[in-house]
Every structure is written in structure tokens, then in C-alpha cells.
């Protein structure tokens, strides 16, 4: 068992748990850029013993990326609509920090039933990665502004990445790079439309756009 591996893996566990109670947008967008440079260590703690070129680009790309640019581009989305929290959520934020327990209960039962087989890889990898793939998932369902969704797209990739990185040294820098570059892409579109919805709509509020159906 890899125990900077574990460590690394608590440390998203825990930011996905702040994450579900986070009502200050600022605050979930500084958790998330924590899970990035989490996960950007990620990529080269767990191949410590065989490090290569192709590690240290991935893990490198990944700090960078999800712990710096994506949330200054969130940021800047927050700062010119004016969103500072998520207001009266579709669900609270104590329903949801017991949700969160829930999901990383079902994440741990999941994660003994299929178990990896790799030497390299801890055993806190899959129940961490899939809690984070749930976590990103329940943002986009459970809150109502269109950046606060944006934000659990962002932890939803995280879930994949985390779990792509530690456990799958086949795969070529570049597909994980242009995997990167689509985030990025998605990031920026979702960007401008939020942009847009505050433009038209004087809010973010997802929930309103069910006014748009004839």
C-alpha cells in the first residue's frame, strides 16, 4: 500500500465532504483548485518508482491546469456575474453533508466489489475517485446557479482524472493532454454561458430556465 497515495486520496475525500457544505462560491472554487494540485501530485506519487517524462508532463499539466487556470477562469466567471454564494440550494447544505456520507459509504462498498489489481495503486484510489465522480455529480443536480454546476463538472472530471492517472500507465500523455484540453474547452463554453444567462436573466438560476419551455 502506497501511503503517500492514501494520504493524497484522504486529502480529496475531505475536499469533496467541505465541498457539499461550501455556501460561498469563492471558498468551493478554492476547494476544488486544492483537489487539482492533489491530484496533480497524484500523477507522480503514484508511479514514484518508475517515474517518467510522461508522469511528471501529466502531473504537471494537471497542478497547473485544474489548480490554477481552471479556477481563474471561474473566478473571473463569479467576479464580472456578481455570484458570491449559492443561494437556497435544491438541497441544504446539512441534507447534503449527510448525502456526502452516504455517497462515500456507497463508494467504499463499490470500491471492495471491484477491487484493482494493479501493485501500483493504493486501495483508497477507486473509493476516493468514484465519491469524487458522485460529489461532481451532485453539485450539478442539487444547486441552482449555472457556476456552481459548472464547478461539479470540473470535480466530476477530477473523479475520472484521479482514477485515469493512478491506475492506467498505458495510456499516451497525449490522449490524457487532449482529455485536458476538452475540460478546458467545456470550462470556457460554460463560461460564456453563464455569462450569457446572467446577461438575459439578471441571476444565475438554473431553475428559472424552465420558463423558457413553450
Do not use: W
Amino acid at each position: 500500500m502506497d501511503t503517500g497515495v492514501d494520504r493524497l486520496m484522504l486529502l480529496v475525500i475531505l475536499s469533496n465532504l467541505a465541498l457539499l457544505v461550501a455556501p460561498r462560491l469563492g471558498r468551493a472554487i478554492s476547494l476544488m483548485a486544492l483537489q487539482g494540485i492533489f491530484l496533480g501530485l497524484l500523477a507522480i506519487v503514484a508511479h514514484s518508482g518508475t517515474l517518467t517524462v510522461r508522469a511528471l508532463v501529466i502531473g504537471a499539466a494537471g497542478f497547473l491546469v485544474r489548480g490554477a487556470l481552471f479556477p481563474l477562469l471561474l473566478r473571473r466567471a463569479a467576479a464580472q456575474a456578481g455570484v458570491v454564494r449559492d443561494f437556497r440550494p435544491l438541497l441544504g447544505y446539512v441534507a447534503s453533508a449527510l448525502m456526502g456520507i452516504v455517497m462515500l459509504g456507497g463508494a467504499m462498498a463499490l470500491g471492495e466489489r471491484l477491487p484493482l489489481h494493479l501493485p501500483e495503486a493504493s486501495k483508497m484510489i477507486l473509493p476516493a475517485s468514484l465519491f469524487t465522480i458522485f460529489t461532481g455529480l451532485f453539485l450539478i443536480v442539487a444547486r441552482r446557479k449555472a457556476l456552481t454546476q459548472c464547478l461539479g463538472y470540473l470535480v466530476f472530471e477530477n473523479g475520472i482524472y484521479g482514477f485515469g492517472v493512478a491506475t492506467v500507465a498505458e495510456v499516451p500523455a497525449l490522449i490524457e493532454l487532449g482529455a485536458l484540453l476538452d475540460v478546458l474547452v467545456a470550462v470556457l463554453v460554460m463560461g460564456i454561458a453563464a455569462y450569457r444567462i446572467t446577461e438575459e436573466f439578471d441571476h444565475m438560476d438554473t431553475v428559472e430556465l424552465t420558463r423558457l419551455r413553450g
